[in-house]
T-cell receptor, first 113, second 112 residues
Framework: GAVVSQHPSRVICKSGTSVKIECRSL??????MFWYRQFPKKSLMLMAT?????????EQGVEKDKFLINHASLTLSTLTVTSAHPEDSSFYIC?????????FGPGTRLTVT | GQQVMQIPQYQHVQEGEDFTTYCNSS?????IQWYKQRPGGHPVFLIQ?????EVKKQKRLTFQFGEAKKNSSLHITATQTTDVGTYFC????????????FGQGTILTVHP
C-alpha cells in the first residue's frame, strides 16, 4: 500500500523559534497533500491544502504567515511553524491522496516550551 | 460550510458486545469515508461508500450509507480488544480533490 512519512516524529522547541515538518509520499506522487492539526482526543482539523508548484490554500482562521507551506516536488510538502508559541503545541498530520483514499503520515508531535 | 456530526463521542463496551457509531451531515454527500485511528497512531482508511442505501461488510464491520446520503453508520459485531481506537467518518470537504471534512470521531474502549 501507499506510504506517507513525516519527519520529525517529535520535536521540542523554544518559544519564538521556527520548526519545519516534512511530509513525503514514498512510493507515489502526490500533486495535493493536506495538513491537519489534532488535539488530544479530538478530531482532525484541516489547516491547509498543499498544491505542488503553486500556493497552498488555507482554511478559514489559519494564519498563512505563521504556518508556511511549501510543496516543491510531487513527493514532498513541508510545513513550517514560524515564531512558535506554546499554543502551537499539537499533533500535526499530513495526508496525500491516491485514488479516493487518503494516506496519512504518522504525525509530528510539536511541543513549544 | 458542510458539517459532519458524529455520535457518540465515547463508547465503552465489554469484549464481545456490539458497537455502533453514527454520522450525520447537514448536506447530501457524494460519498462518505471511514477511518480508524489507533491510540498514538494515525488515521487509516477503512472504506468508502458512494451509493444511496449502500451496505458494505468487512469481517465484523458493517458500514451503511443512508438512502438520502446524509447519514452513515459503522457497526462492529462482537468487539475485540484490537478494535480499540477512534473511528472517524469523513465527507468531501470542498472542491479540492481529496479534501475531507471529518466528524468528531468516536473513541471506542473495549474492556476485556
Amino acid at each position: 500500500g501507499a506510504v506517507v512519512s513525516q519527519h520529525p516524529s517529535r520535536v521540542i522547541c523554544k518559544s519564538g523559534t521556527s520548526v519545519k515538518i516534512e511530509c513525503r509520499s514514498l512510493d507515489f506522487q502526490a500533486t495535493t497533500m493536506f495538513w491537519y492539526r489534532q488535539f488530544p482526543k479530538k478530531s482532525l482539523m484541516l489547516m491547509a491544502t498543499s498544491n505542488e508548484g503553486s500556493k497552498a490554500t488555507y482554511e478559514q482562521g489559519v494564519e498563512k504567515d505563521k504556518f508556511l507551506i511549501n510543496h516543491a516536488s510531487l513527493t514532498l510538502s513541508t510545513l513550517t511553524v514560524t515564531s512558535a508559541h506554546p499554543e502551537d503545541s499539537s499533533f500535526y498530520i499530513c495526508s496525500a491522496s491516491l485514488g479516493y483514499e487518503q494516506y496519512f503520515g504518522p504525525g509530528t508531535r510539536l511541543t513549544v516550551t | 460550510g458542510q458539517q459532519v456530526m458524529q455520535i457518540p463521542q465515547y463508547q465503552h463496551v465489554q469484549e464481545g458486545e456490539d458497537f455502533t457509531t453514527y454520522c450525520n451531515s447537514s448536506t447530501t454527500l457524494s460519498n462518505i469515508q471511514w477511518y480508524k485511528q489507533r491510540p498514538g497512531g494515525h488515521p487509516v482508511f477503512l472504506i468508502q461508500l458512494v451509493k444511496s442505501g449502500e451496505v458494505k461488510k468487512q469481517k465484523r464491520l458493517t458500514f451503511q450509507f443512508g438512502e438520502a446520503k446524509k447519514n452513515s453508520s459503522l457497526h462492529i459485531t462482537a468487539t475485540q480488544t484490537t478494535d480499540v481506537g477512534t473511528y472517524f467518518c469523513a465527507g468531501p470537504g470542498g472542491t479540492s480533490y481529496g479534501k475531507l471534512t471529518f466528524g468528531q470521531g468516536t473513541i471506542l474502549t473495549v474492556h476485556p
